[in-house]
């Protein structure tokens, strides 16, 4: 069941196990709202849904009164929390955009790879940025965060639909974001239509895998 969780379900979901000892009694929702930053009890109800139907929490005495971890979920804890282990959460457009997947699996990775703030797993599709060594089928791992300076690689979310790994350019007029192919031109938007959902931070590649 975990596999079939959305990423920010994901994120709840390791929020809960990381933070378990944290709250003396259940968390309610507003306290989980409250504890992940999040504005918008409603969406966080969604995701608290998904994962009571995924059998990894349970409400105790209706929503009001707060949820709990199953017995299930605290099966998972040692396999969630190995440090080398990383959500792979699907497939990235090097190329046109196309939209992520966010099935989540895990993967294991060296730990030099990786940072010590949340990161995830993406499958690199097309050849855009084939100049800075980053070629169709690669696995890149991807540093979770809202921001980047200009000129890093980023997982860009394009109109709340589209995900595309490129270099970022920003500014107060517009957003480029730029492959490393020369055949390929930059990609143009206003600022409001990308979001950034992290930097790139490490790559792998394998000689044997069927591309």
Same mark, same amino acid.
């Given at each position: 069941?975990?596999?079939?969780?959305?990423?920010?379900?994901?994120?709840?979901?390791?929020?809960?196990?990381?933070?378990?000892?944290?709250?003396?009694?259940?968390?309610?929702?507003?306290?989980?709202?409250?504890?992940?930053?999040?504005?918008?009890?409603?969406?966080?109800?969604?995701?608290?849904?998904?994962?009571?139907?995924?059998?990894?929490?349970?409400?105790?005495?209706?929503?009001?009164?707060?949820?709990?971890?199953?017995?299930?979920?605290?099966?998972?804890?040692?396999?969630?929390?190995?440090?080398?282990?990383?959500?792979?959460?699907?497939?990235?457009?090097?190329?046109?955009?196309?939209?992520?997947?966010?099935?989540?699996?895990?993967?294991?990775?060296?730990?030099?790879?990786?940072?010590?703030?949340?990161?995830?797993?993406?499958?690199?599709?097309?050849?855009?940025?084939?100049?800075?060594?980053?070629?169709?089928?690669?696995?890149?791992?991807?540093?979770? /965060?809202?921001?980047?300076?200009?000129? *890093? !690689?980023?997982?860009? +979310? =394009?109109?709340?639909?589209?995900?595309?790994? #490129?270099?970022?350019?920003?500014?107060?007029?517009?957003?480029?974001?730029?492959?490393?192919?020369?055949?390929?031109?930059?990609? /143009?938007?206003?600022?409001?239509?990308? *979001? !950034?959902?992290?930097? +790139? =931070?490490?790559?792998?590649?394998?000689?044997? #895998?069927?591309?």
């Amino acid at each position: 069941m975990i596999e079939s969780l959305t990423r920010k379900q994901q994120e709840l979901f390791h929020f809960l196990l990381q933070h378990q000892d944290r709250f003396t009694q259940p968390p309610t929702l507003d306290e989980l709202c409250l504890a992940m930053g999040l504005k918008s009890r409603g969406s966080l109800h969604a995701h608290v849904t998904a994962l009571i139907g995924a059998n990894l929490i349970k409400p105790l005495g209706g929503k009001q009164r707060g949820i709990q971890l199953t017995d299930y979920a605290k099966t998972l804890i040692n396999h969630q929390d190995d440090p080398c282990r990383l959500p792979y959460v699907g497939v990235i457009a090097a190329g046109q955009p196309i939209e992520a997947l966010e099935n989540i699996s895990y993967m294991a990775i060296p730990e030099p790879l990786k940072t010590d703030k949340p990161c995830y797993i993406l499958t690199v599709k097309g050849d855009s940025m084939i100049e800075q060594g980053i070629f169709d089928g690669d696995w890149v791992i991807i540093e979770q /965060r809202a921001y980047a300076r200009n000129g *890093e !690689i980023v997982v860009a +979310l =394009v109109n709340k639909a589209e995900a595309t790994l #490129k270099f970022i350019e920003q500014y107060p007029h517009e957003t480029l974001l730029i492959p490393a192919n020369a055949s390929m031109k930059a990609l /143009r938007y206003k600022p409001e239509q990308v *979001e !950034i959902q992290g930097v +790139l =931070v490490g790559q792998m590649r394998s000689y044997t #895998k069927t591309q």
